[in-house]
């Protein structure tokens, strides 16, 4: 420990330099690294065929290793009188082409373009070291003036906010600029003292400035590069990248279960926070199956600030619940778009799968949990600030009962839900949205329209004729709440999932079949075909459902549909018309957190007593009045 540096000046002194080789001796130095761990990224951008200049080369290994690999073009440039002495001599007959020279790195005297790439291994890092930059300022210069059109600076780095800030600003003009973050190479059995993460600069000079700044990041040494726009957005990058290395540091040993740390993921275009991980290990006397080490629980969208996430405590519950030596709890943020729950995985798993604990078998799965099986829905309907308690957002979300609520949140403490109000559906501005194939004479989508003021009704009639049946002898009328379209409803709704943007709540087929051969007269084969059947599971809202109006006296037939729905959707039900060889299916896209088979969701018990509500509020003012009650129904589905 008395070879380190007592104040940050003397990393860039030539006398501290000097006292450090000569106590140190003959046994090789590595600043962040060998050769082994650097050699990938290295070979990468220095051909063997380059003239090299190695800034502050030191008493390393990593030239000699260079040289018995192929480069005999490099030139060792040190402060230290010492090393370079001990270094030629040690190199003399060995490597006879490989040379050190005693210069300042700030003024070499070499002639301008003289090398192709010049290696820098912690030599930035400690001429930055001085408040101002002054001195690490006029090596980049020095370095920028003797590399050749096409020229690369590496630099092997801790990447420090001052450091490569004054680099990136540098070189930002004229030059493309490249950072490798090497987090992540080191195994958990390393002895590096560094927990942060070793990163590579590489600075590629042009001979004429492109119209834009170039700045990418990489993860890794062959990891595709990220265009980054800014400066400020490269920066912010690299700091997200050693706020993560700092976790794993932390994490390797383990945690307690009172120690819950946490890291913000943000996006790399915006900058934005995108995901909030916390990690919560369970309690040392914890009984817990011996496979199960390992797991990411994905909160709902609207539901971070529930107690059971929001809280300590909650997560500490939701991790012995989750029975795993270690759970990452993540939360997504307002204002960012997440695709699905696979796209949200795939976007996670490089990160995540970093933060095993220790210990853990190699190729052992990982599972992400979730609550329902799907991301939650949230919208942020308006933002605002306040003088007294700063910006806020009201937004609504779906709870854990299904149900629509408004919120007010503070965002100084966005765990915490100031106000709350559940939305009533008939005022809601989020409507039920329907879509249904097949309008007959208009009876379905007319009921719908009249008894559930919040729906919105999209039909698809292949038959302009059947449009004005309905219209002319069974009082079907239209508006702006329920609206045909004419056309194939196959057609249709395959359009709808290619473009993307469409949902809806239910989906409803009551198509007939026109082939009497089949078996089958509703509907027509192709509306059961298991492509098709996939479109209207991507085309429903989370808790959607699709119902299908099924006929069919072919018992093979028939058993073959069911298979087919029930591969697509969770779970299944069917009800029978009486005194009708009619079914009706009703197909949920989830069943629901703590469904349980065989019964009926929670979520489909609440919507039957909610619509008989409707229908019984509405007796006064409907063209007629049903008598049906829709909850005693529900006792006739059978579980297909």
């Known amino acids: 420990m008395s070879l380190l540096p007592r104040t940050a000046e003397e990393f860039s002194s030539a006398d501290y330099w000097e006292r450090f080789f000569r106590k140190r001796g003959e046994k090789a130095f590595e600043w962040y690294g060998d050769y082994n761990s650097l050699c990938g990224v290295l070979h990468k951008y220095i051909k063997h065929r380059d003239k090299v200049l190695v800034v502050g080369c030191g008493n390393s290994e990593l030239s000699e290793q260079l040289y018995d690999v192929g480069y005999h073009q490099l030139t060792n ?8 002495s001990h270094m030629s001599q040690r190199n003399t007959e060995r490597r006879p082409d490989l040379t050190f020279q005693q210069l300042d790195a700030t003024q070499t005297g070499f002639e301008s373009g003289s090398f192709q790439a010049a290696l820098d291994k912690g030599t930035l890092d400690a001429m930055a070291s001085e408040e101002d930059g002054a001195l690490a300022g006029k090596m980049l210069v020095e370095v920028g003036r003797v590399l050749a059109v096409g020229g690369r600076y590496v630099c092997v780095t801790l990447a420090q906010e001052h450091v490569i800030k004054l680099a ?24 590096s003292s560094f927990a942060l993460p ?39 990058a690299v700091k997200e990248r050693q706020a993560y290395n700092l976790m794993l540091h932390k994490l390797r040993g383990g945690t307690d279960a ?3 740390p946490s890291l913000t993921l943000c996006h790399v275009a915006t900058g934005r926070p995108r995901y909030t991980l916390t990690v919560q290990d369970s309690l040392p006397s914890a009984k817990l199956p011996r496979s199960n080490h390992f797991a990411i629980f994905i909160v709902p969208q609207g539901r971070e600030s529930d107690w059971l996430y929001g809280s300590a405590e909650g997560r500490t519950q939701l991790a012995s619940s989750a029975k795993f030596r270690r759970l990452i709890i993540v939360a997504m943020h307002r204002d960012q778009e997440y695709e699905d729950m696979q796209a949200v995985q795939s976007e996670l798993s490089p990160m995540v799968m970093e933060l095993v604990p220790p210990g853990m078998p190699a190729n052992q799965q990982v599972p992400f949990l979730s609550v329902g099986g799907d991301l939650g829905w949230r919208e942020v309907i308006g933002r605002g600030v306040s003088a007294l308690t700063g910006e806020y957002s009201v937004e609504d979300v779906r709870g854990e009962d299904g149900h629509l609520y408004r919120r007010l949140i503070f965002m100084n403490n966005s765990q915490l839900v100031q106000s709350e109000s559940r939305l009533r559906s008939a005022t809601t501005d989020h409507p039920v949205s329907v879509l249904l194939v097949g309008l007959g004479g208009g009876g379905l989508p007319q009921f719908v329209h009249d008894f559930v003021p919040c729906a919105r009704v999209e039909v698809v009639e292949l038959d302009p004729a059947v449009l004005e049946v309905a219209q002319t002898w069974f009082g079907f009328q239209t508006d702006e709440r329920l609206n045909v379209t004419l056309g194939d409803g196959l057609e249709h709704i395959k359009t709808l999932e290619s473009e993307g943007g469409h949902s809806f709540d239910v989906i409803m087929f009551d198509v007939d079949s026109k082939d ?58 069917s009800r029978g018309i009486e005194g009708e060889v009619n079914e009706v299916l009703l197909c949920c896209r989830s069943s629901g957190e ?45 579980v297909i």
Request: charged share 20%; proline share 7%.
């Open 198 to 236: 070793v990163f590579v600069l590489v600075c590629t000079k042009f001979r004429q400035a492109p119209p834009f700044a170039v700045l990418e990041l990489c993860q890794g040494e062959d990891g595709a590069p990220t265009r980054l726009a800014s400066v400020p957005e490269l920066l912010s």
């Open 77 to 84: 440039i040190d402060i230290s009188e010492t090393v370079v």
């Open 594 to 638: 703590g469904h349980k088979p065989h019964t009926i969701p929670q979520t489909l018990q609440q919507t039957a007593r909610d619509l008989q509500k409707t229908l019984r509020a509405n007796t006064q003012t409907a063209p007629c009045v049903p008598q049906i009650d829709i909850t005693a129904m529900l006792n006739d589905l059978k």
């Open 516 to 573: 009497t051969t089949l078996g089958m007269s509703c509907p027509p084969p192709a509306f059961v075909e298991t492509s098709l059947l996939k479109k209207v599971y991507s085309l429903l809202t989370p808790r959607g459902l699709f119902m299908l109006n099924l006929v069919c006296r072919d018992s093979a037939l028939r058993k073959s549909v069911l298979e087919r729905v029930q591969a697509v959707f969770s779970c299944v039900f």
């Open 258 to 260: 009172s120690s819950t």
């Open 168 to 191: 990136v600003e540098h070189f930002v003009q004229g030059w493309a600029v490249r950072i490798h973050c090497l987090s992540g190479q080191q195994k958990e059995e390393s002895d």
